[in-house]
T-cell receptor, first 114, second 110 residues
């Protein structure tokens, strides 16, 4: 299965600023997924990123708040813009596994907004 | 709208005390039912994918089963290192999106 490197692993940010999270995959993948895991909550899909096209956002998430880049088949970034304390969460990237493997997840970025 | 509900929210077992975790799902055209393990500060680690009712998969002390409405994760003779949050997720139809439950926090005491 694919190996995902995600960084930063954690950050503490001031409200009103932006943070860009990077995900690097060790193989080429068509789709990459970005999730948010709020404290005590389940993982929620933010958007699906395909290389060469605009990301597809889920209900409740907008491009201005969570712009995504997908410059090639192994890399993607998620930016959390104009942050507020409500954005404090774990953000995870994921790719679909091969064969019968399930989706693989990065180790996550724990974001705290103060 | 796809929904996944896990129970119980938390489960505390003694080492060697077998039990089961439940995952109820409402998904149109199930493509796959997934089980993950998540340790604190880490991303979810893939355990199993189940595709059709009646399917079962095993890995060490874990066994996952699937019916048309729910999935169970059976833990046989658990050890303290099995302590983690276990997540269930489902994908349906032509959508690759995973819908997750809130998870079951399992604690196994020595």
């Amino acid at each position: 299965s694919a190996v995902i490197s995600q960084k930063p692993s954690r950050d503490i940010c001031q409200r009103g600023t932006s943070l860009t999270i990077q995900c690097q995959v060790d193989s080429q993948v068509t789709m990459m997924f970005w999730y948010r895991q709020q404290p005590g909550q389940s993982l929620t899909l933010i958007a699906t990123a395909n290389q060469g096209s605009e990301a597809t956002y889920e209900s409740g998430f907008v491009i201005d708040k969570f712009p995504i880049s997908r410059p090639n088949l192994t890399f993607s970034t998620l930016t959390v813009s104009n942050m507020s304390p409500e954005d404090s969460s774990i953000y995870l990237c994921s790719v679909e596994g091969s064969g019968t493997d399930g989706y693989t997840f990065g180790s996550g970025t724990r974001l705290t907004v103060v | 709208e796809d929904q996944v509900t896990q129970s119980p929210e938390a489960l505390r077992l003694q080492e060697g005390e077998s039990s089961s975790l439940n995952c109820s799902y409402t998904v149109s055209g199930l493509r796959g039912l997934f089980w993950y393990r998540q340790d604190p500060g880490k991303g979810p680690e893939f355990l199993f994918t189940l595709y059709s009712a009646g399917e079962e998969k095993e890995k060490e002390r874990l066994k996952a089963t699937l019916t048309k409405k729910e999935s169970f994760l059976h833990i046989t003779a658990p050890k303290p290192e099995d302590s983690a949050t276990y997540l269930c997720a489902a994908s349906g139809g032509s959508n690759y999106k995973l819908t997750f439950g809130k998870g079951t926090l399992l604690t196994v005491n020595p």
